[in-house]
């Protein structure tokens, strides 16, 4: 499957983005799908997973109550909605697909490239 990020951005504090994730290639339903972010100087790190087919999600304790994981199966395509920014949630993103549950989380198989979000204070 074949991954691309989009909808990076500036925004202020408070603020709002939405990513999107378009997936090309095998069956969009056969995998999980999950989103990641690197910040400068420090290691990547898990935000949100969204299952295959019910649509459960989980996130990152960093982010819950404020960003938002959803799929649009008719459009092979997953979103991340954030909201009430921070300055630390500045980082670049990038989403990521797997068949596998036990590996969403942590080692991803198949990856987009980034797409930068920058929050200013």
């Known amino acids: 499957v074949q991954l691309q990020a989009s909808g990076g951005g500036s925004v202020q504090a408070g603020g709002s983005l939405r990513l999107s994730c378009a997936a090309s290639?095998?069956?969009?339903?056969?995998?999980?799908m999950g989103w990641f972010r690197q910040a400068l100087g420090k290691e990547r790190e898990f935000v949100g997973a969204i299952s295959r087919s019910l649509g459960t999600t989980s996130y990152a304790d960093p982010v819950k109550g404020r960003f938002t994981i959803s799929r649009d199966r008719a459009e092979n395509t997953v979103y991340l909605q954030m909201d009430s920014l921070k300055p630390e949630d500045t980082a670049v993103y990038y989403c990521?697909?797997?068949?596998?549950?036990?590996?969403?989380?942590?080692?991803?198989?198949?990856w987009g490239q980034g797409t930068l979000v920058t929050v200013s204070s």
């Open positions: 290639g095998r069956a969009f339903s056969t995998y999980y």
């Open positions: 990521a697909a797997d068949g596998n549950i036990q590996t969403i989380t942590t080692r991803p198989t198949y």
